[in-house]
């Protein structure tokens, strides 16, 4: 399909990116080696728009990017900062102005760079007034620490009221084809020209074994897989799926899923299998 190509911000980057989270778990890849390889790999198959987070791996997960890619020639490293991580079960919002800063100034040293290109608010943490969190960012902004700012897990109405404190560049909320809550998001994010940043975008891997996804996709000479994300790509202009994998041959199939493209009789039989339209 055309179409592939999105600024954020001034950053050009492909459409289909890669999400890093499973590279590493609460602690440091087992395989380190294998985990270097397939975010390599991913660049070299043209991914230039890569997902971490301080919280994957507390911190491991950015060390093993920098390993693997540092100097990041034209790839663009989309972190994320706001969430602890205490043990391997909890995720537990902390959006205090002065932690915030504090998570950048460490996500800065790990990912070894002067200036964080996108810096997304993990999650909006409801015991801190938005305007302290999004003014804490806006504040790395405009010192150079952080190039531009994105938000997770948001309303419109959050979404709104964030744009009155800080220029907002990116959405990054969990949708898919079979999960569609975010959808009255998806087409503010659309309308204004904000990049909407799918996560679980193939359903934790679920939408690879499904079998009705399986069929069409059969038609096409695709996997189950690709047909999720290709239906992501066709959905709208400014979303970016980030697939997770820690596999070399997922990683080959999921990049090919740029590929294809569907037509509006596919699009209708896939918005079909969608339980909230
Ligand atoms: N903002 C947030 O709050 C948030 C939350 C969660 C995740 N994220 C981001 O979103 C990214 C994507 O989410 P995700 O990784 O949880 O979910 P996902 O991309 O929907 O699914 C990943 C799972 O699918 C499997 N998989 C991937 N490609 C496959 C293929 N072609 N065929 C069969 N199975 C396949 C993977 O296993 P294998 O490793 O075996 O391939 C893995 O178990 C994360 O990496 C992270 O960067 C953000």
Same mark, same amino acid.
């Given at each position: ?15 289909? $990116?890669?999400? *890093? ?12 080696? @294998?985990?270097?390889?397939? *975010?390599?790999?991913?660049?070299? %198959? $043209? ?7 301080d ?8 060390? =093993?990017?920098?390993?693997? %890619?540092?100097?990041?020639?034209? =790839?663009?490293?989309?972190?994320k900062?706001?969430?602890?991580? !205490?043990?391997?079960? @909890? /995720? ?6 002065? &932690?915030l800063?504090? *998570?950048? +100034? ?7 760079? +002067?200036?964080?290109?996108? =810096? ?7 015991? #801190? ?5 999004? $003014?804490?960012?806006?504040? =790395?902004?405009a ?5 531009? #700012? ?14 009155? &404190?800080? +220029? ?11 999960d569609?809550?975010h959808?009255?998001?998806?087409? &503010?994010?659309?309308? @204004? $020209?904000?990049?909407?940043? !799918?996560? #679980? !975008? ?6 690879a ?12 000479g ?6 999720s994300?290709? /239906?992501? %790509? ?17 990683? @080959? ?8 493209t569907?037509?509006?009789?596919? %699009?209708?039989?896939?918005?079909a ?5």
């Amino acid at each position: 399909m055309d179409n592939l190509r999105l600024k954020i911000g001034e950053l050009d980057i492909h459409r289909l $990116g890669f999400g *890093a989270m499973r590279l590493t778990g609460y602690r440091p890849a087992a395989d380190r080696t @294998e985990a270097i390889r397939v *975010a390599r790999r991913a660049v070299e %198959l $043209g991914i230039d728009f890569i997902d971490t987070a301080d919280a994957y791996g507390v911190g491991a997960n950015e060390e =093993l990017l920098a390993e693997a %890619l540092h100097p990041y020639d034209n =790839l663009l490293i989309a972190t994320k900062v706001g969430h602890t991580r !205490p043990s391997p079960r @909890e /995720w537990i919002p902390c959006g205090r102005p002065e &932690y915030l800063r504090q *998570a950048t +100034e460490l996500s800065l040293r790990r990912l070894r760079v +002067e200036r964080i290109d996108l =810096l997304q608010l993990h999650r909006v943490d409801p015991a #801190v007034p938005l305007a302290d969190q999004l $003014g804490a960012l806006a504040g =790395l902004v405009a010192e150079g620490k952080v190039r531009h #700012v994105g938000l997770s897990e948001v309303s419109v109405q959050q979404l709104q009221e964030a744009r009155r &404190y800080v +220029e907002v560049v990116s959405v990054q909320n969990r949708y898919n084809l079979t999960d569609r809550q975010h959808e009255e998001v998806l087409d &503010y994010c659309t309308a @204004e $020209g904000i990049a909407f940043i !799918p996560w #679980v !975008p193939i359903a934790h891997g679920e939408h690879a074994a499904s079998q009705l996804l399986g069929l069409i996709a059969g038609e096409l000479g695709a996997t189950a897989a690709q047909l999720s994300l290709s /239906w992501l %790509l066709h959905r709208s202009p400014q979303l970016v799926p980030i697939p997770g994998t820690s596999s070399l041959d997922h990683l @080959e199939e999921n990049v090919a899923a740029a590929a294809l493209t569907l037509t509006e009789t596919h %699009l209708a039989r896939l918005a079909a299998l969608s339980p909230s339209r």
